[in-house]
């Protein structure tokens, strides 16, 4: 794994849920050496600290994530369908970004509610899917119309939200890429850049030729 700026810890804040609605959490995660790496420090007046980059809301007694949002304001609206794959050997979970105005950026929807609002698969703009208990990544997808954009860097770091709200083994990457993955990973800020491993296998494309 290359070096990199491993600076940056995490702010527990206070939330304010409607009445007989399931107690709920937020975390941010915050660029900067004001507290020691990792550390989460619970932030009692419930400002939004500066530097911030994730701002997580989970259900407190839980693993239900609500919503992820990403300090990225020249990225795309991405609301997500989360799909776990507790079955699957190793268990995996998968995420699915669309971009269109029915749902708030960051919003994350089980299976249940994407079906029950009529969320169609082909709609979808991009795909992450990780291993859940090593937090390594096996694939990223971005559809062609939308990539150059941010949207993949927006959904890895989305998902790795979604990994740490849980308490799960931080997202990173291995050294198997295709060349467009390795073009993003190459324009990855400092910050991420250094949780994805030096190149070592060229995979083919998931894009048809």
Do not use: C, I, N
Not at 16 to 27: D, T
Request: hydrophobic content about 45%; proline content about 10%; charged content about 20%.
């Amino acid at each position: 794994m290359p070096d990199g700026p491993r600076t940056g810890w995490w702010a527990r804040l206070p939330v304010e849920g409607e009445p007989g609605s399931p107690a709920q959490r937020m975390l941010a995660a915050v660029l900067g050496d004001a507290f020691p790496a990792g550390s989460v420090v619970d932030l009692p007046d419930g400002r939004l600290p500066g530097g911030w980059q994730l701002l997580v809301r989970a259900d407190a007694a839980g693993d239900r994530v609500r919503s992820v949002q990403v300090a990225m304001p020249t990225a795309p609206l991405l609301w997500y369908v989360e799909l776990p794959e507790p079955a699957a050997a190793p268990p995996a979970t998968t995420l699915v970004a669309f971009s269109d105005a029915r749902f708030a950026d960051g919003t994350l929807l089980t299976a249940a509610e994407a079906r029950r609002a009529g969320v169609r698969g082909e709609e979808q703009v991009a795909a992450l899917r990780w291993w859940t208990g090593p937090g390594l990544v096996h694939q990223v997808y971005v559809g062609p119309a939308a990539r150059r954009r941010g949207v993949g860097t927006k959904l890895v770091q989305v998902a790795y939200g979604v990994q740490h709200a849980r308490g799960g083994t931080p997202l990173h990457g291995d050294g198997r890429r295709t060349d467009d993955g390795e073009a993003w990973s190459r324009a990855l800020p400092a910050h991420a850049a250094w949780r994805v491993a030096e190149r070592t296998e060229r995979l083919p494309s998931m894009t048809p030729a």
